[in-house]
């Protein structure tokens, strides 16, 4: 099968402009992942969906980050004025499904560095 | 919150020989789920090996294999017959509501 998909896999832009991101999950995985990944530290979750509706978005910088999923399927992550330090590797994955006392393997994208200056 | 400590961050090792790598986390909660996952340079994080926490017996996949101590918080990794390909940063993750990464651990394994 197809794995996730993620564009662009590089972005340069100037501080105070804005930038999206598009994530493309597996087919049928109903729960899609957006995370940060500062260079020299692990991933972390910016928000999650699962189908078309926010399931945890409490790490998301609201004021400057949004996210959408559109019918459930692809997802758009924008920032919008972009920072420097918002400078990272945004990375996309995707679960079958996830709920209380089950877990599935997340697959991740091949993510997108995005280098504000 | 679940916090997950990496202590090592960087580790070699040659060809052919055997590296453990250290985790340890911190959680209130009884069921979860314990992962270690791969990410060379090109970046694609790579499930290696899973571990649920109701499981006593250590998870195994290949040369990959795992020390899960549930009582000590403790979720080591032992990658034996050591391989080039094996070069790549490790994260050690935890899971309950939500995916918690460590800080990774850089393998770099010696011709």
């Known amino acids: 099968e197809a794995g996730v998909a993620q564009s662009p896999r590089y972005k340069i832009i100037e501080k105070r402009q804005s930038v999206a991101f598009w994530c493309n999950p597996i087919s049928g995985h109903a729960t899609l992942y957006w995370y940060q990944q500062i260079l020299g530290q692990g991933p972390k979750l910016l928000i999650q969906f699962q189908n078309n509706g926010v399931v945890d978005d409490s790490q998301l910088p609201k004021d400057r980050f949004s996210a959408e999923r559109l019918k459930g399927v692809d997802s758009t992550l924008k920032i919008q004025p972009a920072k420097l330090e918002d400078s990272a590797v945004y990375l996309c994955?995707?679960?079958?499904?996830?709920?209380?006392?089950?877990?599935?393997?997340?697959?991740f994208g091949p993510g997108t560095r995005l280098t504000v200056t | 919150a679940q916090t997950v400590t990496q202590s090592q961050p960087e580790m070699s090792v040659q060809e052919a020989e055997t590296v453990t790598l250290s985790c340890t986390y911190d959680t209130s909660e009884n069921n979860y789920y314990l992962f270690w996952y791969k990410q060379p340079p090109s970046r694609q994080m790579i499930l290696v090996i899973r571990q649920e926490a109701y499981k006593q017996q250590n998870a195994t996949e290949n040369r990959f294999s795992v020390n899960f101590q549930k009582a000590a918080k403790s979720f080591s990794l032992k990658i034996s017959d050591s391989q080039l390909g094996d070069t790549a940063m490790y994260f050690c993750a935890f899971m309950s509501d939500k995916l918690s990464f460590g800080a990774g651990t850089t393998v770099t394994v010696r011709a």
């Open positions: 994955a995707s679960s079958r499904r996830h709920g209380v006392g089950t877990t599935y393997e997340q697959y």
